[in-house]
Nanobody
Framework: QVQLVESGGGLVQAGGSLRLSCAAS????????MGWFRQAPGKEREFVAG????????LYADSLKGRFTISRDNAKNTVYLQMNNLNPEDTAVYYC?????????????????WGQGTQVTVSS
């Protein structure tokens, strides 16, 4: 059974940084494009970043570009999200997702597997 397990969330002050990790198992990681999404209380899930299976193609939400960096290590079956200069509006549950495709996507409906999420809380 495919598993995606996020880690690295927590409480951080505004202006701080966090690095999220998502470890994948029971899939051929290098054949999956990966994405990060987030959902804040009372809001819809939104795209954060996506990376193609070979790491060449990367997408970001326009509002987050420059503060967040997605990367992957296919040898470790892990995708990362480095988040810098965090602000309270970044508070959300962050999810990683896997898509069996060479192409990454901003569309949550195009992903095949999801993790359980990790909470990120940014205090002002």
């Amino acid at each position: 059974q495919v598993q995606l397990v996020e880690s690295g969330g927590g409480l951080v002050q505004a202006g701080g940084s966090l690095r999220l990790s998502c470890a994948a198992s029971e899939l051929i990681f290098s054949t999956y494009s990966m994405g990060w999404f987030r959902q804040a209380p009372g809001k819809e899930r939104e795209f954060v970043a996506g990376i193609s299976r070979n790491g060449v193609s990367i997408l970001y939400a326009d509002s987050l570009k420059g503060r967040f960096t997605i990367s992957r290590d296919n040898a470790k079956n892990t995708v990362y999200l480095q988040m810098n200069n965090l602000n309270p509006e970044d508070t959300a549950v962050y999810y990683c997702a896997a898509r069996l495709s060479i192409i990454n996507s901003r569309d949550a409906g195009r992903y095949d597997y999801w993790g359980q999420g990790t909470q990120v809380t940014v205090s002002s």
